[in-house]
């Protein structure tokens, strides 16, 4: 009988996340804005996000804030973003890759975020923008500029004309939620169901298996650790959101 309550637990869990997945976001069409740092951000931590704004109808754009050029395959890590974004419903207008010299992929570059700021700002001022999704402040690896482009949409959200503006973050996880597969839909649930506020929202990957499609158009990032890292990782399959304050 003990297998039986686990069945019947995990069911319970999974129409309760179910519930908050389609009551909790607003059903209003939005103007979303993902903004990352590297061209295949979006398919290795973002999917169930786009995956879930693009099945209700939201307009998703993305902003990417390099080439990745860090092993000189920029031009072709730019070609294989547009090549993602279609398997993820997103269209080739829709998405933005720059290739600043103030922001080149790398470790040990620091980027300006004064200048992320201004970017995004107009990015939301050309295309009607009234939501942001980014990383938080760890950036799920803890990779440099992924930490920039956080401070660089808060920087954003700091000045005086964008006090009200709506922005929500891509929760950070220890390793060992990290690297839980599936299992994170119901650990990261029940995080969400802690909080009482409606400022988390857990959003579950409908189609996993369009993380690894994706990814696999991604094919000069697409070697053997990168696999395993879709096939285990928590963001394949949920995503949870917090509210930038």
Request: charged share 20%.
């Amino acid at each position: 009988m003990a297998w039986l309550l686990i069945f019947s637990s995990v069911l319970v869990l999974w129409i309760a996340s179910l519930f908050k997945i389609l009551h909790g976001v607003s059903v209003n069409k939005r103007n979303v804005l993902l903004v990352v740092a590297h061209p295949d951000d979006e398919s290795m931590f973002f999917t169930p996000t786009i995956n879930y704004l693009t099945s209700r109808g939201h307009n998703v754009h993305i902003l990417c804030l390099s080439i990745g050029d860090a092993d000189g395959a920029g031009n072709t890590r730019k070609e294989e973003l547009y090549q993602a974004s279609a398997i993820l419903k997103v269209p080739h207008q829709q998405v933005k890759i720059l290739d600043h010299p103030d922001f080149q992929d790398g470790f040990g570059n620091v980027w300006n975020r004064n200048l992320l700021a201004k970017i995004i700002e107009e990015e939301v001022v050309s295309h009607g923008i009234d939501l942001i999704i980014t990383f938080d402040n760890y950036g799920v690896s803890g990779h440099c500029n992924h930490r920039d482009v956080h401070y660089g949409v808060r920087k954003f959200l700091l000045a005086p004309s964008q006090r009200n503006f709506e922005a929500w973050e891509l929760v950070s996880t220890n390793i060992f939620r990290k690297y839980s597969g599936p299992v994170d839909i119901w650990l990261s649930n029940l995080y969400s169901m802690q909080c009482s506020d409606e400022m988390l929202h857990c959003l579950v990957n409908e189609h996993p298996q369009k993380s690894f499609l994706a990814m696999a158009q991604h094919a000069s990032q697409w070697v053997w650790f990168r696999k395993l890292f879709v096939a285990f990782s928590s963001c394949t399959y949920v995503n949870t959101l917090r509210k930038m304050k």
